[in-house]
């Protein structure tokens, strides 16, 4: 486990692919008005000249656009000069014909570029999806068009969506199944043959062949001197070393996880699973192999971060059995110290669980108690709460919070939780969180997640204890593959892959700042791998 919240030099990282969706740490430079700043929009009701000649300029790569009528024109403008030119274009409306067409386009005003196009045209009903080579071969014939240079982009990626609606569906290929409409592809400039990150260009074709969507909003790119010179980065080898040192694979217990099949196709139910997860999921540095990230105390709102810790517990609890809801009422009470004999109720449930809720007032700062039975026994699962009264003031020290967090574990977790990680949490002036995972052979069991809040008096604000503690079903630890081998899997899951990063604009300079890392391939949920049978393997 990480023993502190790793703040990233180039924002958070989570699982950074190179053939997803631009990450949040790579910013792309975008020319999009609207980026974090104020914007102000103006509707043109007069097209001027300089307007009409860049929709002019427009047909010439889109000439069905001619037919179509400008319905609507707009200046966006940031508040840092950056502006762009929106237009909303229809079909010529015709009595003896009720179908629709509706583009939406935006320009940029400097450079005439296309940024975003966006058609609906009702009459365009595909059935069945186009196939990769066909959707391929008409991305390619547009980008040659739209884009200066385009023998510069590489394809990175071809995936199957539905519409922005998802009004469609239609058969696979094989004819079998639901599917999805469109082909989305992505292409991604190269400099010296690497990949640049943060200049995707995305564009859909639909099952006839249609281009439905482009959009490129990158805009400037950097002089190619500016690009760090590749031959200085580490070798492959010296890079997976680097990154196998910054992995930190931890064990880690599931009792719900998410299981799939032997081909790792299909989602098969929830099961117990001992994994091993990585501490560190970014890129790393190619000319020094270092990660991307640096440790802080404190955010920027002053909050303290609550360090890793293992703590011994002497549990008091015992199994508690609820019947009815003054049952429940009772439990909380004695767990929260609050009155609830005027608050509002409900229960539900069904074969498994059931929940008996007390809640009042939240705008008038109430709060929300509930507790989950087993359906069939009685026996308390677990107990939840959440005040919404905004307290203020100071004078619960943080050594006081911690115990007293730590004494609500002990009066209401099984007996047979004698050991828990401190996994996360906050403390500042105005109160402190809390966050345990219970220990099962040592090892920290995430799917039995607690929570203990204070305010700054030492109010109890919010409560989550987990009492499904039975741990009995998880694997044996002591049948665990190696760190290493684990690392070893996970990295050959996640190929490294030399790339360019477009980090922002430098302050001195004003152009795109450009970085050369190591980035793992991996797309896709959440990964890990199963320390019992050695795979990689993916899903929550």
């Known amino acids: 486990m990480m023993k502190q919240k790793l703040t990233r030099i180039l924002g958070t990282v989570v699982a950074v692919s190179l053939l997803s969706a631009t990450p949040a740490w790579a910013k792309p430079i975008e020319r999009h008005a609207g980026n974090g700043h104020q914007v102000q929009s103006i509707s043109i009701k007069k097209i001027p000249s300089d307007m009409t000649k860049a929709l002019q300029d427009l047909y010439k790569l889109i000439p069905e656009l001619k037919d179509l009528r400008v319905s609507s024109a707009d200046i966006w403008e940031d508040e840092d000069g950056t502006s762009e030119w929106s237009f909303t274009l229809l079909n010529k409306e015709k009595k003896e014909s ?13 450079t005439g570029k296309l940024l975003n196009y966006m058609i609906f045209n009702s009459d365009w009903n595909p059935t069945k999806s186009i196939s990769e080579k066909e959707a391929k071969e008409i991305a390619d014939k547009f980008l040659k068009k739209a884009v200066d240079k385009s023998d510069r982009y590489q394809l990175v990626k071809i995936s199957t969506q539905t519409d922005d609606d998802g009004e469609y569906e239609y058969e696979d290929e094989e004819g079998e199944g639901e599917g999805v409409l469109q082909r989305e592809l992505i292409y991604q400039m190269t400099v010296n043959k690497i990949p640049v990150l943060g200049t995707d260009i995305r564009i859909k074709i639909d099952g006839d062949g249609h281009l439905t969507r482009y959009t490129n909003y990158f805009n400037e790119i950097p002089d190619e001197s500016r690009f760090p010179d590749a031959k200085k980065a580490l070798s492959k080898k010296k890079a997976e070393a680097a990154y196998l040192g910054l992995l930190d694979m931890q064990l880690m217990y599931n009792a719900n996880q998410l299981v799939w099949d032997k081909n790792g196709e299909e989602a098969t139910g929830l099961g117990p699973v001992l994994k091993y997860v990585p501490s560190f999921s970014g890129a790393i540095d190619a000319l020094t192999g270092k990660a991307a990230y640096e440790y802080v105390e404190d955010d920027e709102g002053g909050s303290e971060q609550i360090p890793y810790e293992k703590i011994k517990l002497t549990p008091q609890g015992k199994d508690i059995f609820i019947k009815s809801a003054d049952d429940a009422q009772k439990v909380l009470e004695d767990a929260l110290g609050i009155d609830l004999s005027q608050a509002d109720y409900n229960e539900s449930g ?5 929940s008996y809720r ?63 990680f401190l996994t996360g949490g906050w403390s500042d002036p105005q109160g402190y969180s809390f966050e345990f995972l219970p220990s099962y052979q040592g090892i920290p069991v995430e799917s039995s997640e607690n929570e203990v809040e204070f305010d700054g008096k030492g109010n109890l604000t919010r409560l989550r204890i987990s009492l499904q503690n039975d741990f009995s079903k998880l694997p ?24 360019y990063v477009l980090q922002g604009v ?23 791998v199963d320390a019992i049978t050695g795979k990689f393997q993916t899903g929550w």
Do not use: C, H
Not at 350 to 354: G, L
Not at 387 to 392: A, E, W
């Open 98 to 110: 009720k179908s629709m067409v509706r583009v939406n386009l935006t320009i940029d005003p400097d």
């Open 506 to 528: 430098g302050e001195e300079t004003g152009s795109p700042q450009v970085g050369l890392y190591y980035v793992p391939t991996y797309e896709g949920r959440e990964a890990y």
């Open 358 to 420: 007390f809640y009042t007032d939240e705008e008038k700062g109430g709060s929300v108690a509930r507790v989950m039975i087993d359906a069939k026994t009685g026996q308390l699962q677990l107990i939840d709460f959440r005040s919404y009264d905004d307290r203020t003031g100071t004078g619960f020290k943080p050594e006081e919070a911690k115990a007293a967090a730590v004494k609500k574990l002990e009066q209401w977790l099984g007996k047979d939780v004698t050991e828990v």
């Open 350 to 354: 069904n074969k498994q669980t059931r």
């Open 476 to 499: 044996d630890s002591g049948k665990a593959i190696s760190v290493e081998a684990a690392g070893r899997m996970y990295l050959k899951k996640n190929a490294l892959k030399l790339t």
